[in-house]
């Protein structure tokens, strides 16, 4: 019988490797940017063999329910049968190597009871402070990042019109470099603010924050939690204990932060509502820099003498050149993948307005990703299929630009740059349109709008 493998020796390619480690964590591989088709990728987990080697070991979602059951963080596991895949073309993974291990339909698990008691329950990779702007790169690398904890935000909202919450964390390394960690979603809500508070009135509180992403956001670096994050406070082991013992620098003091955002539904962030009439009655100057104009309406119908969608990099979004069939992006490993684009025709009291609406607006109004429309790409984008008059009839306020490029030959000059579900969706534009000309104080404004609700339910 072969021995396993060291995690060290495996390269890309090979597909019978057998290995025997520590599950040390466990998450779902979640498809933030899906809607509607099932957001989950595979089940991940990082393995430790008992040379102190790490390994990403990946089963995608196929195989959940013949799998998930036989695994528990924590324990340890000889797998049998697994492949080696290389990992230049993946996101969201750990670089340990240049290959992770997946899966596959024979592989077997066997728990091992005593055998690798020795291997530790907790490892990690640790990225310096300085580090961190060469993991700022299209595929995202998985990070651990360990730090004293300098201040603990609130749980709000990302901005006053984001539908998304995030709680701000800053460590301090030994150095005494400051690095801002976005926890996101779940990650931010869970984290335990009252008992972390009451931890630095005894001293300095040590987090280690495992799977995190580099990133550039108004070109401020930024770290980022994601489904791959676990988080640890004041962790029992050596590492950190040694962590503790050669920070030299004053205790962060820690407070309570009450949020600071106030949010805005979409309804109220839009400001002035316009008809469609008075949108397509606008010069093209009132569109400059971007400017966009908000509106009530419904989808009436599919423009469908138009394609639907294209072909764009599965990196960057940046589209396809279409007489070549080649990325116009830098892209390395660039592959198509299906982008919306489509036109539609918005109608009002006032009158119509044709559109392009795409990717995430698209998706809102046909609950569809492009890749399962499309049948990844297999249905030609100028076929018109019938899972998009789901767009049709639905009502909601859109965010209306001009396009920017003037010489282009699509006949359609608007954009739907944001669309959103508005509780009061049935509320005309027209009247909406009324009731801000004539009000001039908001509290007014307000009240009336209250009113013409209750007489239109």
Not at 250 to 256: E, F, K, S
Request: glycine share 6%; with cysteine; charged share 20%.
């Amino acid at each position: 019988m072969d021995s396993p493998a060291t995690l060290q020796s495996i390269t890309p390619g090979q597909q019978t490797c057998k290995v025997v480690g520590r599950l040390l964590r466990l998450w779902d591989a979640i498809n933030v940017k899906s809607k509607f088709a099932g957001p989950l990728i595979s089940i991940d987990r990082v393995i430790l063999d008992e040379h102190g080697n790490m390994a990403q070991l990946s089963m995608p979602k196929r195989f959940q329910k013949q799998f998930r059951p036989l695994l528990t963080e924590g324990n340890v596991y000889m797998v049998t049968d697994v492949a080696a895949v290389d990992i230049k073309n993946k996101t969201y993974v750990y670089h340990y190597h240049n290959y992770m291990l997946q899966f596959k339909n024979s592989t077997k698990v066997h728990h091992l009871e005593t055998r690798g008691a020795n291997i530790p329950k907790f490892s990690f990779n640790f990225c310096p402070f300085d580090k961190l702007p060469e993991m700022d790169i299209m595929t995202r690398p998985l990070q651990d990042m360990i730090g004293v904890i300098s201040h603990v935000g609130p749980f709000e909202y990302a901005s006053p019109t984001s539908q998304h919450k995030l709680r701000i964390i800053k460590i301090r390394n030994l150095d005494e470099q400051t690095q801002e960690i976005r926890l996101w979603g779940k990650h931010g809500e869970a984290f335990d603010e009252e008992t972390l508070l009451k931890k630095s009135q005894e001293g300095i509180v040590v987090g280690i924050f495992a799977g995190v992403t580099a990133g550039n956001f108004l070109g401020k670096l930024t770290i980022s939690s994601n489904s791959a994050t676990t988080i640890y406070i004041d962790l029992d082991t050596s590492e950190v204990n040694n962590y503790r013992k050669s920070y030299q620098w004053a205790t962060p003091t820690l407070q309570q932060q009450l949020p600071q955002v106030v949010y805005l539904s979409p309804l109220q962030a839009a400001g002035k509502l316009y008809t469609l009439k008075e949108i397509s009655t606008l010069p093209a100057s009132s569109f400059q820099e971007r400017a966009s104009f908000s509106t009530i309406a419904k989808v009436q119908s599919i423009v469908t003498t138009a394609n639907w969608y294209y072909k764009g990099c599965n990196r960057c979004d940046k589209g396809y050149n279409n007489s070549s069939d080649t990325p116009t992006c830098l892209c390395t490993n660039s592959s198509p993948k299906p982008l919306y684009k489509l036109p539609i025709t918005l109608a009002d009291e006032s009158g119509k307005l044709d559109a392009i609406a795409f990717s995430t607006v698209v998706e809102d109004l046909v609950e569809r990703d492009a890749t399962h429309t499309s049948q990844n790409m297999k249905i030609d984008p100028s076929e018109h299929v019938n899972v998009l008059n789901n767009a049709i009839g639905k009502t909601k306020l859109f965010h209306i630009v001009m396009k920017g490029d003037s010489a282009s030959r699509f006949p359609i000059n608007y954009i739907i740059k944001k669309s959103f579900t508005v509780d009061n969706a049935q509320l005309l534009p027209s009247i909406k349109g009324t009731i801000n000309q004539t009000c001039n104080n908001q509290g007014l404004q307000s009240i009336l709008l209250e009113l013409v609700i209750l007489l239109l339910a």
